[in-house]
């Protein structure tokens, strides 16, 4: 197919999934103290502002809830399965070393022939995965897309390192993005930073039939604090410029839910108002890659988001990886 130069991408529908089981901060709390690791409630909301998270039950995948958030984004655009020809999915928790978990949810959907890969960028993988789907989308490589970040994260948490179980939890976001004419997509700016790897981590391996290393999330929490404020502001700086915008005309900023000191100050930075960030870590923790799909669904569903508003996207994870996506919904 030759590429249109008027050829854009639009978001046409978006979905989500939280496992149904909700782990408050003082019952998580309550399954630590039994092994000896003291936290609190009140600790966790004041560093993080996470009040709860997801956990999967024994045995779910990140496939299978990567599926129903899926099906939901497929719903809302009014498409069918066999209509999509990329699956695009962002994940550091994969079912299997491989294949893809992008190639397993496309056989789970009855999707056959069309492109589908997965995208490692950690917490920054739902904004690398819809940057890629833009511009495949507007080279003429695919035409309708699903774009999933989904994540089964309490697989590698270690709950006797209170520094870092408290902060994540399990759960899946998808968008169908389609060529349009008129952008959707405004622009879109990745980097990454490999000097910084050790800092945010998983440093295990799979090897001679055994994992060798260390398989839990290791984190320098304050190196990933400092890095990831600066970040966020330039790049979000630069993909406004890149599409002619103010940071005044903004109505919605969603970042990577991590933290939410860090949106906030993210915001204050940027010049843009608390009532126009998304805020879903309060009540999912930090999903990684499925953190901003969740988020633009629950304030999608819930009326906030509207069609034709601008949204500005902002990821920042291990790698060190962080981008932005500015959008007209
Ligand atoms: N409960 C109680 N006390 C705790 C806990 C806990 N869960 N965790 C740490 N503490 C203690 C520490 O031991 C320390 O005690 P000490 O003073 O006696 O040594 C004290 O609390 C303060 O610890 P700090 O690490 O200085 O706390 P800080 O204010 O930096 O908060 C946090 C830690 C929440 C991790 C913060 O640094 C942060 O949010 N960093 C960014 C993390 C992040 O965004 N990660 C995701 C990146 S995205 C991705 O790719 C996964």
Redesign the pocket.
């Known amino acids: 197919m030759n590429p249109s130069p008027a050829r854009h991408s639009r978001i046409t529908g978006t979905g989500s999934h939280l496992p149904p089981q909700r782990v408050d901060n003082a019952e998580l709390a309550e399954r630590l103290a039994a092994d000896g690791i ?3 409630d009140a ?2 909301v004041e ?2 502002g996470i009040r709860a998270r997801h956990f999967v039950a024994p045995g779910v995948q990140t496939s299978d809830i990567a599926v129903q958030a899926a099906r939901h984004a497929l719903e809302a655009a009014g498409r069918r399965p066999e209509e999509i020809d990329l699956v695009v999915l962002a994940t550091s928790t994969p079912d299997m070393v491989f294949p893809s978990t992008a190639c397993i949810v496309q056989r789970k959907l009855g999707i056959h022939g069309g492109a589908a890969f997965d995208v490692q960028a ?3 993988g739902f904004v690398y995965a819809l940057a890629l789907a833009d511009s495949m989308i507007r080279t003429g490589l695919a035409s309708r897309a699903l774009v999933i970040g989904a994540e089964v994260f309490s697989r590698i948490l270690d709950f006797k390192d ?7 939890g399990d759960g899946a976001g998808a968008v169908v993005l389609e060529a349009s004419d008129a952008p959707g997509i405004l622009a879109s700016e990745l980097h990454a930073d490999g000097r910084h790897v050790d800092i ?1 981590c998983v440093p295990g391996q799979v090897a001679g039939g055994a994992v060798t290393g260390d398989p839990f ?1 290791r ?1 320098d ?2 190196a ?2 400092k890095l ?1 404020v600066g970040v966020l502001d330039s790049v979000s700086r630069s993909v406004l410029a890149k599409a002619g915008r103010s940071a005044q005309s903004i109505d919605w900023m969603i970042p ?1 839910q ?2 939410l ?2 949106m906030h100050s993210a915001a204050r930075r940027l010049g843009v108002p608390a009532e126009r960030l998304v805020v879903t870590v309060d009540e999912h923790g ?1 999903t ?1 890659a499925a953190s901003i799909p969740l988020a633009l669904d629950v304030a999608v569903r819930g009326g906030r988001i509207a069609r034709g508003q601008s949204v500005l996207l902002q990821g ?4 060190f ?1 962080w981008g932005a996506v500015l959008l007209d919904f």
């Open positions: 003291e936290t609190s600790w966790i560093r993080t950690v917490c920054t209170r520094t870092t179980c408290v902060l994540f945010l999330v984190m929490g304050q990933v604090f990831a990577h991590a933290n000191r860090i930090n990684s920042v994870g291990g790698g990886t």
